[in-house]
């Protein structure tokens, strides 16, 4: 079983919906989450970062956290063709975010349709 | 403009050649990774330096090497390719401090044929 998994998708959507995109995790020791997207051939960028259980709102994303369940999730509002992209969760157990000991989801595939 | 850049975008290659990918950041990161992307998989870590001439095995360092002379570059080196090689890597790097993200160039595609 793998430390993080991921819907990889593809999920697609009409201009204006809300996604919601998850992942869930098996180890207790994560504590810090992150949610990188990914344009096409282009490398991920750090969208939101989050310590511990919790909400986090920026624009029109919102990062949750739910350590009892080992659940996180990705909310995006009024969503945008310019959105279309892979979403890819991230976690670590150390300080900082810990560079070094980042495991990645394999991600999930969003289009948004016009 | 801050940016890490890798070289070749895209390479194709026979089994055994060897290989070097170069990676340069100008925002004098301290930290520097390569990762390699496969579908279902996620990005997987290969190696990473914490800084200049220290340099550590990530999750799937088999067949590759690093090295790192100079804090803004970080070449990965192939010596002997093989096709489960293939793949799309990234070259990462970060300035290590509190909430500090990782910066990705843009990738190189490399098919081992």
């Known amino acids: 079983q793998k430390e993080v998994e991921q819907d990889p998708g593809p999920l697609s959507v009409p201009e204006g919906a809300i996604v919601s995109l998850n992942c869930t995790y098996s180890?207790?020791?994560?504590?810090?989450f992150m949610w990188y997207r990914q344009y096409s051939r282009k490398g991920p960028e750090l969208l939101m970062y989050?310590?511990?259980?919790g909400n986090k709102e920026d624009g029109r994303f919102t990062a949750q956290v739910d350590k009892s369940s080992k659940y996180i999730s990705l909310f995006i509002r009024d969503s945008q063709p310019s959105d279309s992209a892979t979403y890819l969760c991230?976690?670590?157990?150390?300080?900082?975010?810990?560079?070094?000991?980042?495991?990645f989801g394999s991600g999930t595939q969003l289009t948004v349709l016009p | 403009e801050a940016q890490v850049t890798q070289n070749p975008r895209y390479l194709i290659t026979v089994t055994g050649k060897k290989l070097t990918v170069t990676c340069s950041q100008n925002?004098?990161?301290?930290?520097m990774s390569w990762y390699r992307q496969d579908p279902g998989l996620g990005l997987r870590q290969i190696y990473y330096?914490?800084?200049?001439?220290?340099?550590d095995k990530g999750d799937v360092p088999e067949g590759y090497k690093v090295s790192r002379k100079e804090k803004r570059n970080f070449p990965l080196i192939l010596e002997s390719p093989s096709p489960n090689q293939t793949s799309l890597y990234f070259c990462?790097?970060?300035?290590?401090?509190?909430?500090?993200?990782?910066?990705f160039g843009n990738g190189t595609r490399l098919t081992v044929t």
């Open positions: 990462a790097s970060s300035s290590g401090r509190y909430n500090s993200p990782l910066h």
């Open positions: 180890n207790s020791a994560f504590q810090y």
């Open positions: 989050t310590y511990s259980s």
């Open positions: 991230a976690m670590s157990a150390r300080g900082s975010g810990s560079a070094r000991q980042l495991t």
């Open positions: 925002m004098n990161h301290e930290y």
């Open positions: 330096s914490m800084n200049v001439e220290v340099t």
